[in-house]
């Protein structure tokens, strides 16, 4: 699990707020077992493990996230920066997590 060892109280309660769908979203991409392609490709459920977005790099919750250039531009709008760290990641709403997921497409390959 990458996110999820120091978060808040308001963390829990924003995500206990959050429909069913959007929680599997969240707490999917925060432990890795989501369908990334590098968690598929390790379940031998995907070809390779290339991030969509950019394919140059593995497809991971961190270079998604944090890394990926094909989604830099997303990231700036939303988050306020283009490669933020893991941690400020901790600090950031839910609201804004899930506007991520769901503007950058990942919501799709639910
Ligand atoms: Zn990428």
Redesign the pocket.
């Known amino acids: 699990m990458l996110f999820l060892n120091s978060r808040s109280d308001l963390f829990t309660s924003e995500l206990l707020n959050l429909d069913k769908q959007a929680v599997r979203m969240i707490v999917g991409l925060q432990t890795g077992h989501w369908d990334l392609n590098n968690h598929m490709h390790n379940r031998l459920l995907a070809d390779d493990d290339l991030?969509r977005?950019?394919l140059?790099?593995e497809?991971t919750t961190v270079?998604v996230l944090c890394q990926?250039?094909?989604l830099a531009r997303l990231r700036l709008r939303i988050m306020g920066e283009p490669y933020p760290s893991p941690c400020s990641f901790m600090e950031e709403p839910l609201s804004r997590l899930k506007a991520f997921i769901n503007e950058s497409g990942l919501r799709a390959f639910l």
């Open positions: 991030c977005f950019c140059e790099e497809e270079h990926c250039e094909g």
